[in-house]
């Protein structure tokens, strides 16, 4: 993840803005690159419960840009996030620094369980029930038809 980081970096350090108080600006230069290690190190390790990276990374740096460069801020950060994104997702079953992953579940004594988890799934298939899936209703052509008979009747 240190490769996506410093890829908005260094697109965004030539227009960080100076601070009155370091004229060097390098106090705001830092704040920017650990803002975007901070962000890809949690996309990294908690993806699922990290709804919006852009938003959160483009709120945290925004005041060390001039107003006419935001636009271009977001852009390059939304462009490197997607981009950190897909390659997580190719990724195969282990975490993105190599190590093999491991069950999201906790065990009665509350330690971590560690056992593996089915491909493609955060738990292992003793603590399968405990995935959550986005189900959403699909309504078919006969249903719909049936609900509006129903409703003119």
């Known amino acids: 993840m240190y490769q996506f980081s410093r890829s908005i970096y260094r697109e965004l350090s030539d227009r960080v803005l100076e601070s009155p108080t370091d004229p060097a600006g390098l106090e705001n230069r830092q704040r920017v690159l650990e803002a975007c290690e901070d962000t890809m190190m949690r996309l990294a390790q908690d993806q699922r419960y990290f709804a919006r990276p852009t938003c959160t990374l483009f709120r945290e740096v925004r005041n060390f840009f001039a107003l006419r460069d935001q636009v271009w801020v977001y852009k390059v950060i939304d462009a490197n996030v997607r981009l950190a994104t897909e390659y997580l997702a190719q990724l195969p079953n282990v975490g ?53 008979v129903a409703a003119a009747a």
């Not at 620094?97 to 579940?105: D, I, L, V, W």
């Not at 405990?130 to 189900?135: I, K, M, T």
């Open 96 to 148: 993105p620094f190599g190590e093999p992953r491991n069950c999201r579940a906790c065990t009665r004594r509350g330690t971590p369980c560690q056992r593996e988890p089915l491909p493609g799934r955060d738990y292992c298939p003793s603590h399968k029930h405990l995935e959550e899936f986005d189900v959403e209703p699909q309504v078919t052509a006969d249903a719909a038809n049936s609900q509006q």
